[in-house]
């Protein structure tokens, strides 16, 4: 591969690494416009969408190189983003060249998320003391506790089976509000509002809410609406879900 070839494909992997763990759309784009700056390629043009990225690069002697990336799956992954931008930062300041970049964003690229057993307890800790925070008892604490485990043994064979992610929102809202009625069945003091709200909390999309506004408040109108529309139609689901299980619940009369 030339020169240019190999730079294009540092960038755009470095763009998609962003885009797929949960960065924002500026920030990708200002990842791009860098690291072409310290590659020394004169001419550089970039959209960053949510669900994708154009680019084109165009040399001194007028040659240009245009690129689309489809990006399908996103999640929240921070350090795959942190080890991104270091490598952004070298090959801005032109301590890194391209191929040695390519190598390393290869490697993030191939790094294993936190397995599912350390995120089990994790989520289930989450659900758990937000619990208390919302005015649980810790007879809650321990109802929520087992809905946030749960949930999180739940959600990742759904994202391997590309359930959709509105569908998996509703599921996810429905299964805890399920745990926390049948723990009313098995406990006479439990409260189901506090456990449902606390237990709910690890599933909302404040990240996404976050880069919505951020990505607005910056001018990036598209990504921005497309954000927020995204944020709210999973809050939407989740309430969704967790009334119709409470709909159903009372229809048994249980």
Known sequence: MDALTITLDAVCLASRIILENGGETYRAEETVERMCHGLKVPQVDVLALPT?????????????????VRVRNRTINLDRID????????????KMNAEDA??????????????QWGMVPASALSAAFFTVMLGGTWLDFAVSFVCGAVVQLVMPPLSRH??????SSMLAGAQVTLLALLGTLVFANVHVEPIIA???MPLLPGLATTNAVRDTLRGDLVSGGARIIEAILCAVMLAAGIGLML????????
């Open 52 to 68: 994708g990225l154009m680019l084109t690069l165009e040399t001194d002697e007028g040659n240009t190189i245009t690129r689309i």
């Open 83 to 94: 080890r991104c931008n270091d490598i952004s930062r070298h090959v801005a300041e032109g």
């Open 102 to 115: 390519l190598k390393e964003l290869k490697s993030i690229q191939q790094m294993k998320p936190i397995g």
């Open 162 to 167: 590309r359930v959709p992610t509105l569908i």
């Open 198 to 200: 606390g237990a709910i």
């Open 247 to 254: 709909s159903m619940w009372g229809g048994v009369g249980l």
